[in-house]
């Protein structure tokens, strides 16, 4: 069973659990993607994140994503 938490709509509320300390796997740049494969999970940058969603999307048990932060008024 996969577990989603990728907004559907504009505005929706998301759980913020990734901070500025949670870091891209593949370049160290701030995560804002967290998924789970094989029980480990993985952080990705949007970039990295978006760039192996469709492999990681169909081997992950969850999907976290936080993106939508990006595009946030400080």
Request: charged share 25%; glycine share 6%; aromatic share 6%.
């Amino acid at each position: 069973m996969n577990t989603l938490s990728t907004p559907t709509e504009t505005g929706a509320v998301l759980d913020h659990r990734l901070t500025a300390a949670d870091r891209c796997d593949s370049c160290g740049a701030q995560a804002y993607i967290a998924a789970e494969v094989n029980g480990s999970e993985l952080l990705f940058c949007a970039h990295h994140g978006r760039k192996y969603e469709e492999k990681l999307r169909a081997v992950a048990t969850s999907w976290h994503d936080e993106t939508a932060r990006l595009a946030e008024s400080v």
